[in-house]
C-alpha cells in the first residue's frame, strides 16, 4: 500500500469505524480489509478477545457492495445450543415446545447482506452441518419444514479459538474450517503493537471528553509509558475502558503516570468494586461524576446483590430438603449407608438444579445466575438429567 492510500484508508477507516493505528501489523490487517471488502469471499477473522473483531467485520460490510442491506451480528456462544439453530435459520409454528407462530431466521433477515457469526467455535456440530450447506449452495430448511429456501448472504466469521486444533480435536467440522476459511485476517493483540497506544489514547480520550462536555488536556510522555508497557489482556477493549474511566473521572485533566498506575490497578478488582472504588476517588478529588457510569454501577451492585440473595435461598432450601429426607444420625450410625445414590455429585447437581428452578418459577436465566453458571450450560443440564419437560 503506497504513503498517500494508507493515510486516506487509515483516516476513513479511524472516521467511520474506530480503526485506529499505524503499526506494521495493524496495517498489514487494513491492507487485508481493504482486498476483501469489495468481494463476496468468506472471511474468517480471528484474534483474541478485545481485538476488535466485530469492528473488521462492519468496515468489511460497510465498504463493501452490500452496504445498504443489512449487516447482522450473531453471537454464536450467547444462544443456548438448542436454540442457535432456530435463531440462524428459523421455524415453523409448532416445529417445537414453544414455537407458537412461524419466524424468520438470521439467514433470512440478511438476504442480500452480510451475517456476521461471532464466536463460531461455539457453534454445535449438527448446526455446522446447516451452515455448510449455506455456504456450498446458499439453500436452507426452517425448523419443520422441508420447503428449500435460497439466500444471497456473505459471511464473515470471527473467532478467538484455533479452528485447526478444534478440527484435530473432532469439535470443528474440517470442510467447515476450510470454507470459512477462503480469506484469514487475524488481529494482533495490543500488547504487540505498542507504538498505536499514544493514537488510540488520544482518539478515545478525545471522544469521551466530547460526550461529557469536558476538554481533554493530554497525556503525559511518562503515563504513556506504563500503558506501553502493561500486557494488557483485554486488548483494545480494556485500553477503552481504562480511558474512559481516566477522562470521566478527571473531567478532561492531564493524566499522570500516577493516575494510570492507580487506576491499573484497580482494574484488578471484581466489578461492582471496581466502579465504587473509583467514585470514591473522583468525589475525593472533587470532580464531577458521570451519572451513567453511577447509573452503571448501582445496576451492577443490584444485579449482585439480588444473585447473592438467590444463592442463598436456594443454598436454605436445599438444607431444608436435606434435612427431611436424612434421618438423624445416631453415634452407631453411618449416614452414607442409608442411601449411596443419595449422595453421587452428578444427583446432588440435579436436586440443585430442580430446587434452583423450583425459586424461580421456572425462570431458566434466574436460576442460572443463582447457580453460578451460564444458561448455555443450564440448557445442557436439563438434557442431561431430563428436565426439559418438566421446566
Known amino acids: 500500500m503506497n504513503g498517500e492510500r494508507t493515510s486516506a484508508a487509515l483516516r476513513l477507516l479511524q472516521l467511520r469505524y474506530g480503526i485506529i493505528g499505524e503499526s506494521p501489523l495493524i496495517k498489514e490487517a487494513i491492507e487485508q480489509l481493504l482486498q476483501v471488502a469489495p468481494t463476496d469471499l468468506t472471511v474468517l477473522i480471528t484474534g483474541e478477545t478485545g481485538t476488535g473483531k466485530d469492528v473488521f467485520a462492519r468496515a468489511i460490510h460497510g465498504l463493501s457492495p452490500r452496504r445498504k442491506a443489512p449487516f447482522i451480528s450473531v453471537n454464536c456462544g450467547a444462544i443456548p445450543e438448542t436454540l442457535l439453530e432456530s435463531e440462524l435459520f428459523g ?10 407462530e412461524q419466524r424468520k431466521g438470521f439467514f433470512e433477515v440478511a438476504d442480500g ?24 449452495t446458499g439453500e436452507f430448511t426452517r425448523l419443520g419444514s422441508t420447503k ?18 478444534e478440527v484435530r480435536q473432532g469439535t470443528f467440522r474440517e470442510d467447515l474450517y476450510y470454507r470459512l476459511n477462503a480469506v484469514h485476517l487475524h488481529l494482533p493483540p495490543l500488547r504487540k503493537r505498542p507504538e498505536d497506544i499514544p493514537l488510540l489514547v488520544e482518539y478515545y480520550a478525545t471522544k469521551v471528553a466530547e460526550r461529557i462536555g469536558a476538554t481533554y488536556e493530554g497525556i503525559e510522555d511518562d503515563a504513556l509509558a506504563v500503558l506501553q508497557q502493561h500486557s494488557w489482556r483485554g486488548n483494545v477493549r480494556e485500553l477503552r475502558n481504562l480511558v474512559e474511566t481516566l477522562v470521566t473521572i478527571g473531567h478532561g485533566r492531564r493524566i499522570t503516570a ?30 464531577p461524576l458521570d451519572l451513567a457510569l453511577v447509573y ?26 436435606l434435612q427431611t429426607a436424612i434421618p438423624a444420625k445416631r453415634e452407631d450410625d453411618d449416614v452414607f449407608s442409608r442411601d449411596p445414590d443419595d449422595f453421587r455429585l452428578d444427583e446432588m447437581e440435579r436436586r440443585l438444579i430442580v430446587a434452583a428452578l423450583k425459586r424461580f418459577n421456572g425462570s431458566r436465566r434466574s436460576a442460572a445466575r443463582a447457580l453460578g453458571i451460564s444458561e448455555r450450560t443450564l440448557y445442557r443440564k436439563l438434557h442431561e438429567y431430563n428436565l426439559t419437560e418438566m421446566f
Open 296 to 321: 452503571h454501577t448501582l445496576l451492577e451492585l443490584r444485579a449482585e446483590m439480588s444473585a447473592v440473595r438467590a444463592a442463598i435461598a436456594t443454598l436454605a432450601e436445599r438444607m431444608s430438603q
Open 91 to 100: 421455524h415453523e409454528k409448532g416445529a417445537f415446545t414453544g414455537a407458537i
Open 258 to 287: 500516577d493516575d494510570v498506575r492507580r487506576y491499573l490497578q484497580r482494574d484488578e478488582l471484581p466489578e461492582p468494586t471496581r466502579a465504587l472504588v473509583l467514585h470514591s476517588a473522583a468525589q475525593r478529588e472533587g470532580q
Open 148 to 165: 428449500v429456501i435460497k439466500v444471497d448472504v456473505r459471511i464473515i466469521a470471527a473467532t478467538n479459538r484455533d479452528l485447526a486444533y
Open 113 to 136: 447482506g452480510t451475517i456476521f457469526l461471532d464466536e463460531i467455535g461455539e457453534m454445535p456440530i449438527g448446526t455446522q452441518v446447516k451452515l455448510l450447506r449455506v455456504l456450498e
